[in-house]
């Protein structure tokens, strides 16, 4: 049975309080304040515990296996969505996309399934950190050897991605997954497969890609080419990665505006400022290839992932020549703007 919970504390209510046994937080009955939860309900062998997200789609919760105890978390489609053939897809998608992918740099998907009222529930591996964004949020700007490490697991979550013909289609920091194991720091999980594209190995999309004519995306982060709602491939991704790159340089988006429509725009016609004009403590060719990434012709970007981390190897070796901890002054920075940036005729290793 589902029962109500504060908003501010997530403490399960029982009964009709006025105020939050836990926190003190009024609640207002049929206002934003009241909020359902279903902590304790099994689904598909899981027992829900606390809800930690709550999106457009479904609910979030932190879970455990009824039998053996591991932590998962569990997305549970809300039921709402239930007589809504588009988003029940959509669903499905993002469980067929991401149980196809197996690397350790990609959230796990455990299990999909349906619950006796119909709703449809995913079950991933739980992972205990904090996106990117928040990272950012709480730390600030991040050095430049934390940035090429986070960069370079992205690209081995995307060159998985795309050795299976999945596009992700909304990269962002939102979507990236960082924590601290027992010998590793900053290791990154890419999540959210939700409005991923899943195409056959001709490269035409398959019976469940996203219905033709609806543009699925962050704005702030969506290529050209996906903003008109041309044909996407895996170089569409890069473009969102390099916005990301962009911004975790320069600490700023390279497009923004007001209005969604306005960042829309600005991706299609404007060019971005260079990193190094925002920061000119910002490594020359880390900027150009952040540059490079958010070319408007699918062409003129990087060929696939793992040219991407080969530039960033390279450029990796070229600032420890330099100094020790990546941290160089400006004048030293432009004597890395000869470093050959890999072209669109590059081949994989």
Not at 2 to 8: I, R, V
Not at 153 to 163: K, P, T, Y
Not at 222 to 245: K, N
Request: glycine share 8%; charged share 25%; with cysteine.
């Amino acid at each position: 049975m589902s029962q109500s919970s504060c908003q501010s504390c997530s403490a399960p209510l029982d009964g009709s309080p006025n105020f939050c046994p836990e926190c003190g937080a009024v609640i207002e009955r049929g206002s934003a304040r009241l909020v359902q939860t279903h902590r304790g309900l099994s689904v598909g062998g899981y027992l829900l515990g606390d809800k930690i997200g709550d999106g457009a789609v479904g609910e979030i919760y932190r879970a455990s296996h009824e039998t053996l105890g591991k932590q998962v978390v569990i997305k549970l489609l809300h039921p709402h969505l239930l007589g809504d053939s588009n988003t029940s897809r959509r669903f499905r998608r993002e469980a067929l996309a991401a149980s196809r992918l197996n690397h350790p740099n990609v959230i796990q998907v455990l299990d999909f399934g349906q619950m006796p009222d119909g709703r449809l529930y995913l079950a991933m591996e739980y992972v205990e950190g904090v996106d990117l964004a928040d990272m950012r949020h709480r730390e600030g700007p991040l050095s430049t050897a934390r940035i090429l490490h986070i960069l370079r697991q992205v690209c081995f979550a995307l060159d998985e991605a795309h050795s299976h013909d999945v596009l992700h289609r909304d990269l962002k920091p939102e979507n990236i997954m960082v924590a601290d194991g027992r010998n590793t720091r900053d290791h990154v999980k890419v999540v959210d497969f939700g409005i991923a594209k899943v195409m056959d190995p001709s490269g035409v999309d398959s019976s469940i890609q996203t219905i033709s004519g609806i543009i699925c995306g962050t704005p702030e982060y969506m290529s050209p080419e996906q903003a008109r709602g041309d044909e996407l491939d895996l170089r569409s991704d890069l473009y969102s990665l390099g916005v990301i790159l962009y911004q975790l340089l320069a600490n700023k988006l390279p497009f923004e505006d007001i209005s969604a429509l306005g960042v829309v725009t600005k991706h299609l016609s404007e060019t971005a400022v260079h990193p190094s004009q925002e920061d000119p403590e910002i490594p020359k060719a880390l900027g150009d290839l952040a540059m490079r990434l958010l070319k408007k012709e699918p062409d003129s970007r990087p060929p696939h992932a793992m040219a991407v981390v080969q530039e960033l190897d390279r450029i990796e070796q070229a600032l420890r020549s330099l100094d020790g901890e990546h941290r160089i002054t400006a004048r030293e920075a432009s004597t890395l703007s000869d470093i050959p940036v890999i072209g669109s005729g590059t081949t994989a290793p």
